[in-house]
């Protein structure tokens, strides 16, 4: 079974500075596409930004970017010039793709993140 | 227009007492799927269905039964209430592959 990692639960950073948040996975699959969702304390689950692991290139959303190493199965999320409506818990996730895999999302644990004025 | 709604945002009952929690999605997706969130923030999938059809059940007590009468609705109907029971439950949706679409999520306090 598919396992994500987040091994920080709490960070911290300073408005516009920059954050970067770890993420591994285990797998034994080729094919999966991993995530990065957001909670602010709204509740709400809002996709951040989304990696195929087929593509070399890693995904990028205005001030979010990830570095996605997939040999060493680690997702990394950073974010840049970062802001007081970051603050959030994030969580990274898993989801297979292989023919016969399971549908479902695996989550890590979350990182909750505080932006600091 | 609410991509994911799920309906009440909030339960507040008694152990014992059956409760329901109805989600509808009109995104089109042909899979629907039911997370619990515990007070440590964990998410944890309970069920899926594609198209009506149940697809997983993550080990979850009889007492949660999903109904799904078509593709663009799935409830969740919980029996006999238990303490343990309290957490937020979240409804989501996706086509084949894609990211998961959320709810705002149904808080579930059992007293």
């Known amino acids: 079974a598919q396992t994500v990692t987040q091994s920080q639960p709490e960070m911290s950073v300073q408005e516009a500075e920059t954050v970067t948040l770890s993420c591994t996975y285990d797998t034994s699959e080729s094919d999966y596409y991993l995530f990065w969702y957001k909670q602010p304390p709204s509740r709400q689950m809002i996709l951040v930004i989304r990696q195929e692991a087929y593509k070399q290139q890693n995904a990028t959303e205005n001030r979010f970017s990830v570095n996605f190493q997939k040999a060493a199965k680690s997702f990394s999320l950073k974010i840049s010039d970062s802001q007081l409506g970051d603050a959030a818990m994030y969580f990274c996730?898993?989801?297979?793709?292989?023919?016969?895999?399971?549908?479902?999302?695996?989550f890590g644990k979350g990182t909750k993140l505080t932006v600091n004025p | 227009d609410t991509a994911v709604s799920q309906t009440p945002k909030y339960l507040v009952t008694q152990m014992g007492n059956d409760k329901s929690i109805k989600c509808e999605q009109n995104?089109?997706?042909?899979?629907m799927y039911w997370y619990k969130q515990d007070s440590k923030k964990f998410l944890k999938i309970m069920f899926s269905?594609?198209?009506?059809?149940?697809?997983i059940n993550e080990t979850v007590p009889n007492r949660f039964s999903p109904k799904s009468p078509d593709k663009a609705h799935l409830n969740l109907h919980i029996n006999s209430l238990e303490l343990g029971d309290s957490a937020v439950y979240f409804c989501?949706?996706?086509?084949?592959?894609?990211?998961?679409?959320f709810g705002e999520g149904s808080r579930l306090t059992v007293l």
């Open positions: 995104l089109g997706h042909d899979t």
């Open positions: 269905y594609n198209n009506k059809e149940l697809i």
């Open positions: 989501a949706s996706s086509l084949h592959g894609g990211e998961l679409f």
């Open positions: 996730a898993y989801r297979s793709l292989t023919q016969g895999g399971s549908e479902k999302l695996v």
